[in-house]
């Protein structure tokens, strides 16, 4: 029995609940970064909120009674997790959303299994590549460029925009293989690895950020919007948003619980249209839903048999993608 066949034996009421705030919680992300990119630096709010996530999973490892890794080995690893999974993509969705809409950086953060596939198979050699592989990715390569509207021409700062939350996917893209082949083998509780990913990564944005943004505004100059936005993402997105995730991989499986990310682009659509009275044109929702067939198919979603004859074993689960906080 593995974890990825639980959801067959779990109550729907007993992981949907979680399910649905986790969506809601990591798609009002987008929001927040709006609001708090109208006062900060995106290097800034990065740190801020980093900090408080970092925070937040201390006290809840001294609640637990865990403890932090070790071994220099897992650090180093960490560090470079944190930089391809934190620092850099949480500020490159800083930058875009000085450019883009908030629901539009929502619909980006999307395509991170498109982009974690292709190096899983060629880079790290975690996963094998399959037709039924292969055409989710040609259908998600198909989404991105109607989401980018390629036949009017690109140029501008909204195409720059958009390339810069496409960049902070990628970086997803690099840290989640290099995360499952260089760490998830650890001893340690997933909590653990990642409230030392969060101080790794306070520690790179405290080193760069000076150098780049200037010094970190103090926090009693911001107004009390964009303080409560860095508070949200930091303690929510990145806290109690990371226990909702295990808790929803415990009961539902991960396979199950990965499959969040299809509704974080519906929720971030949503309250960016609802809150900031944000407008889609009509290819980007449209590229969106490409996007998401693509990688529906890619993780066998579409298209996999439901059931078995009787005595004839399930294949093992396709490897699912850890859903990506924005």
């Known amino acids: 029995m593995t974890a990825d066949f639980t959801p067959d034996r779990a109550a729907l009421r007993s992981w949907l609940p979680g399910f649905i705030a986790l969506a809601a919680i990591w798609g009002s992300s987008f929001l927040f970064i709006k609001v708090g990119v109208e006062e900060l630096h995106p290097l800034h709010l990065t740190l801020y909120r980093v900090g408080a996530g970092a ?40 930058y875009g959303e000085q450019r883009v809409e908030s629901m539009l950086a929502g619909i980006w953060n999307a395509t991170t299994p ?27 390569f198909v989404g991105v460029l109607v989401v980018l509207g390629v036949w009017q021409g690109v140029g501008g700062a909204h195409f720059v925009g958009q390339l810069m939350c496409f960049g902070a996917a990628a ?17 340690h509780s997933g909590l653990s690895l990642s409230a030392a990913q969060l101080l790794m990564a306070v520690a790179q944005l405290a080193v760069v950020a000076p150098f ?15 303080i409560a936005s860095v508070l949200a993402l930091g303690a929510l ?35 960016g249209a609802l809150a900031l009275g944000e407008r889609l044109t009509w290819h980007q929702p449209v590229g969106a839903l490409i996007v998401l067939v693509g990688v529906a198919v890619s993780q066998g979603l579409i298209g996999r048999r439901r059931s078995l004859p009787a ?12 859903a990506t906080r924005p």
Request: charged residues 10%.
């Open 55 to 94: 925070v937040t999973l201390l006290v809840v490892l001294a609640v637990l009674r865990d403890r932090l890794p070790t071994e220099p080995r897992v650090w180093a690893h960490l560090g470079v997790v944190a930089a391809f999974g934190v620092a850099v993509p949480f500020t490159l969705f800083g």
């Open 114 to 140: 498109l982009i974690v596939l292709p190096l899983a198979v060629l880079v790290f050699r975690t996963e094998r590549l399959t037709v039924r592989r292969a055409v989710g990715l040609g259908l998600g």
């Open 171 to 187: 970086c997803y893209g690099v840290a989640i293989p290099y995360q499952k082949k260089f760490v998830a083998g650890s001893a």
């Open 212 to 226: 780049v943004a200037g010094a970190p505004p103090v926090p009693t100059g911001l107004s009390p919007e964009v």
């Open 237 to 271: 997105g990145t806290g109690l948003a990371f226990v909702i995730n295990m808790r929803n991989i415990r009961v539902a499986g991960a396979s199950t619980a990965s499959t969040v990310t299809y509704l974080i682009p519906v929720f971030a659509v949503l309250i």
């Open 311 to 322: 005595g004839v074993a399930a294949p093992a689960a396709p490897a699912a993608v850890p």
